[in-house]
Each structure stands twice: as structure tokens, then as C-alpha cells.
């Protein structure tokens, strides 16, 4: 079974500061990665994904993440955030059915964006 | 670009009545779109899976005669909720695949409250 592990459930910078945010996944078969941002009442909106090829992804808005297989992990970045970047940030992972409509979500976290 | 659009954005209904939620593909057909619910601060977690033209896919745990699928088109699914209870209440989003067959397009969400 496929999982997804966000560590830290609220992450709170500084605007201008490098944003971090952590997922870890667990997969039995090559997984494809999603990062997805989430503002208050609206649906998920798609920031980037690892399929296959390049491990390093840039999406939108200057955030990027990183496959490291090595790590199970799928770490997302931005050197300098803005206040328009606090929302909630979702890590998933296709479960590997060859169906990737049927994503595993991590429990998501809050990124706090201080002036 | 693939937009999904649900309606309505917002319902209230009392307990016992029955709640029908539409999820449409916008500008691109969709054979499979997938329903997930999402309680307060919490995850995303995937209902089941709409499939045009045949029965849904319930996830284990979901009461498939309380949340009715019906894919009608290549364009629309619905799910309704029947006999709606308060624990009912919640956020469901829908979500279609684009054409690359990887992506998921989210719709923006329907919060239903019962009461």
C-alpha cells in the first residue's frame, strides 16, 4: 500500500524567507508525485508533478520539488515567499494502480506566511 | 487549460432529505472522474472512483446506497447524498483527469451542511 507522510502540519516564514515544505511517501511500485496548494473554500489546484525523468520539477508560481528516490521523499520549495503563498499544501502519490486519478494525500500543511 | 466546475459551491439541507451534487468537465471529456471528501483541517480521502457508462468504484468504507454515482455523460457525474445526516456534513470535491491522462483537475468544492 502506498502512503504519504507531510511532516509538520503548520509551517510558518517569514515573507522573503525560503520556504520548505516535507513529504515522504512509501510505494511498492514507481511512484508519480504530486504537489498541490489549496486556498481557504476553493479546490485543489495543481503546482507541480514527478512522473518520470528530470528529478528536479519546477511548477507554478517558483516553487520546485525534488525526487530522491534514495529518501522516499518529494521535498517542496521556494527561495523567497510571498504572502499570497499561505494556503494549505497537499503531497500525494499516485497508488500505483496505473490509475493516477486515485491519489493518496498526506495530511497537508499550513503555510503561515509572517510580513 | 481543464477546468472542472461543481454546483452548487454551497448547500444547506435538512436531516433526512437527499442532496445531489453535479461535477462537470468543462472543456474536455472525462470517462472517469473521482469524488473525495474532505473534513475540517483534514485530508483529502478518495469516495470513490465515477466511470461513464457503468457503476462507480466505492472505496472500503463508503456506503455506496448512501453517496449515489452517476456518470451521465463524458462531462458530468454526480453524487448524491441520500438520507443526509449531520455527520454528512462536509467538504466533497470532484476531480477529472486532463489529457495527458496524469493530471487531476480539481473542482473548487461543494460544502454541504446538514442539519
Known amino acids: 500500500a502506498q502512503s504519504v507522510t507531510q511532516l509538520g502540519s503548520h509551517v510558518s516564514v517569514s515573507e522573503g524567507a525560503l520556504v520548505l515544505l516535507r513529504c515522504n511517501y512509501s510505494?511498492?511500485?514507481?511512484?508519480?508525485l504530486f504537489w498541490y496548494v489549496q486556498y481557504p473554500n476553493q479546490g485543489l489546484q495543481l503546482l507541480l508533478k514527478y512522473t518520470t525523468g528530470a528529478t528536479l520539477v519546477k511548477g507554478i508560481n517558483g516553487f520546485e520539488a525534488e525526487f530522491k528516490k534514495s529518501e522516499t521523499s518529494f521535498h517542496l520549495t521556494k527561495p523567497s515567499a510571498h504572502m499570497s503563498d499561505a494556503a494549505e499544501y497537499f503531497c500525494?502519490?499516485?497508488?500505483?494502480?496505473?490509475?493516477?486519478?486515485?491519489?493518496?494525500f498526506g495530511q497537508g500543511t499550513t503555510l503561515q506566511v509572517k510580513p | 487549460g481543464a477546468v472542472v466546475s461543481q454546483h452548487p459551491s454551497r448547500v444547506i439541507c435538512k436531516s433526512g432529505t437527499s442532496v445531489k451534487i453535479e461535477c462537470r468537465s468543462l472543456d474536455f471529456q472525462a470517462t472517469t472522474m473521482f469524488w473525495y471528501r474532505q473534513f475540517p483541517k483534514k485530508s483529502l480521502m478518495l469516495m470513490a472512483t465515477?466511470?461513464?457508462?457503468?457503476?462507480?468504484?466505492?472505496e472500503q468504507g463508503v456506503e455506496k446506497d448512501k453517496f449515489l454515482i452517476n456518470h451521465a455523460s463524458l462531462t458530468l457525474s454526480t453524487l448524491t447524498v441520500t438520507s443526509a445526516h449531520p455527520e454528512d456534513s462536509s467538504f466533497y470535491i470532484c476531480?477529472?483527469?486532463?489529457?495527458?491522462?496524469?493530471?487531476?483537475?480539481f473542482g473548487p468544492g461543494t460544502r454541504l451542511l446538514v442539519l
Open positions: 500525494a502519490v499516485s497508488d500505483g494502480s496505473g490509475n493516477t486519478g486515485k491519489l493518496i
Open positions: 510505494s511498492s511500485v514507481p511512484p508519480y
Open positions: 465515477s466511470n461513464e457508462g457503468s457503476k462507480a468504484t466505492y
Open positions: 476531480s477529472a483527469p486532463g489529457i495527458d491522462g496524469e493530471t487531476q483537475y
